[in-house]
């Protein structure tokens, strides 16, 4: 199942991002719950889901917001049971969120028929030499239990992409589909340096059951050319399927 983060195209409202895509025919939709109000409105995203025949399958929070979304985050996600969450690795002095998320998240995704994955995020420091997260390597991540793999994520720290594959195993619940192209993270799946192509038919050949999100940057949709938007969208759907749904 192929899904589309809404926060690929933050310029656009909520609607117009379901609106895109449904016609760019994805499997559904993943909503990156943020300071707009409309991602944290359950009965509102229902009715969106109910007007385009999107299905909602999946949640995350916004990296640069997710210390004061928590409540906000999961009054919305328990209204969306099934569906997967998935939460980034605290950051090194962020305890609240550090508590909230080893201890509050897993009762919660127990509670409301949750899928709970952690998620990599791409590789940072702190005064030039300290990682700015806990807990964000690949093999962390699988010992605390299911994993969304960030291929960009996982390629800013210098790790292989399809060894990725082999150490998750059937921890590996969800994917984020991105590459990397002249040095810009979150470029097209189809065009940049990771061997996703590879990576698609690997999973493909291992039967994997997750669900793939394209997380991309809204400069790589050319965010404001409307036609082209959902074109983008259709190249990035059509890649997925040559390598990953087979016949």
Known sequence: MLLFHSSNLPHYGLERVFEFTKSAGYDGIEIGVSLNFDTQNPK???KLSDRYDLPIKAFSLSEKH??????AFQKTVREFPETIITLNPPQVLSFEYKKWLNKIVPKLAQKYDLIFC?????????MGF?????DNSIYVLKEKGYVALDLT???SSNEDIMHSIRVLGNHLKHVYLSNVARNELYSLPQSGILPIESFLTKLAQKKYRGTFSVKVSPKQLLEGEEDKVVEKMIEVRKFYEKYFVKD
């Open 44 to 46: 509102y995203l229902k």
């Open 66 to 71: 997710e210390e004061s979304l928590t409540q």
């Open 118 to 126: 952690r998620k990599n995020v791409p590789s940072k420091s702190v």
């Open 130 to 134: 300290l990682p700015a997260r806990s």
């Open 153 to 155: 994520a996982l390629a």
